[in-house]
T-cell receptor, first 112, second 115 residues
Framework: QQQVKQSPQSLIVQKGGIPIINCAYE??????FPWYQQFPGKGPALLIA?????SEKKEGRFTISFNKSAKQFSLHIMDSQPGDSATYFC???????????FGTGTSLTVIP | NAGVTQTPKFRVLKTGQSMTLLCAQD?????MYWYRQDPGMGLRLIHY???????AKGEVPDGYNVSRLKKQNFLLGLESAAPSQTSVYFC??????????????FGEGSRLTVL
């Protein structure tokens, strides 16, 4: 059973567009929600993370929106660039625990 | 900065053969993890360790064994490889505080093919 559901599986946008990746979870015990970015041939790297006590967090061009009541969170990439082309994973876990559950990933392509 | 180093990077096995993947980290992290990444499945946790000499099962532990004899090393073993274990394997490490904030440091992966 997939603990974290992620969509879409793939996404193609023009440079400057705002791709949006959505994730949903069921376990209300989760209290930390990181996003990872993975380039081909590399391991995932932490991009940005949010706790459920805030509804939005921005870091540069990357924004996480969080809806606790709907148990959903999403990643927005403002003014997307070809260098943002990568696979993005959402994840969820407990900040007192040592396991995180990853979504299935979204392959993003930004066309110049 | 080495970070998390995995060896080997590529390996081809025949069904029934055994092998060990080695993960080494130089960040003095307490926690270490082994994940597998498959198309359409994301990253799934195989086993993890919260300290030297301790290991625990993750989401998909069957067919794998692990050992953490030294703090900096985490070994993943396949005793009798099966085609279903064809995957890309990632090792990760974190501090306890980092684990609580989702900050895992990943290696570059080991691509395993079982024929």
């Amino acid at each position: 059973q997939q603990q974290v559901k992620q969509s879409p599986q793939s996404l193609i946008v023009q440079k400057g567009g705002i791709p949006i990746i959505n994730c949903a979870y069921e376990n209300t015990a989760f209290d930390y929600f990181p996003w990872y970015q993975q380039f081909p041939g590399k391991g995932p790297a932490l991009l940005i993370a949010i706790r459920p006590d805030v509804s939005e967090k921005k870091e540069g061009r990357f924004t996480i929106s969080f809806n606790k009541s709907a148990k959903q969170f999403s990643l927005h990439i403002m003014d997307s660039q070809p260098g943002d082309s990568a696979t993005y994973f959402c994840a969820a876990g407990r900040n007192t625990g040592n396991q995180f559950y990853f979504g299935t990933g979204t392959s993003l392509t930004v066309i110049p | 900065n080495a970070g998390v180093t995995q060896t080997p990077k590529f390996r081809v096995l025949k069904t029934g053969q055994s092998m060990t993947l080695l993960c080494a980290q130089d960040m003095n992290h307490e926690y270490m993890y082994w994940y597998r990444q498959d198309p359409g499945m994301g990253l799934r946790l195989i086993h993890y360790s919260v300290g030297e000499g301790t290991t625990a099962k993750g989401e998909v532990p069957d067919g794998y064994n692990v050992s953490r004899l030294k703090k900096q090393n985490f070994l993943l073993g396949l005793e009798s490889a099966a085609p279903s274990q064809t995957s890309v394997y990632f090792c990760a490490s974190s501090s306890p505080r980092g684990a609580g904030s989702g900050e895992l440091f990943f290696g570059e992966g080991s691509r395993l093919t079982v024929l």
